[in-house]
């Protein structure tokens, strides 16, 4: 099991409250395929522990296209 460090960070905008950020280390995200826009969810499992859960993708509006043939 390889174990990763990161630092809560803070985002702070004008005219809103601080929000608190994680980033998920590079090597995790390659070892899970986490893709950019992918949806998961945090679930807290008690106040030490969160699970990160994928969420089913949802399928394309339309079917992608077919190459055309010359």
């Known amino acids: 099991m390889a174990n990763y460090q990161v630092r809560i ?6 005219g809103h409250n601080e929000r608190p950020f994680v ?31 994928r969420q089913p993708q949802p399928s394309p509006l339309r079917p992608p296209r077919k190459p055309k043939i010359t």
């Open 23 to 53: 980033t998920i280390p590079v090597a995790i995200a390659r070892a899970l395929d986490l893709q950019k826009g992918e949806l998961v969810e945090w679930k807290v499992v008690d106040r030490a522990q969160l699970l990160l859960v």
């Open 9 to 14: 960070q803070a985002i702070r905008s004008r």
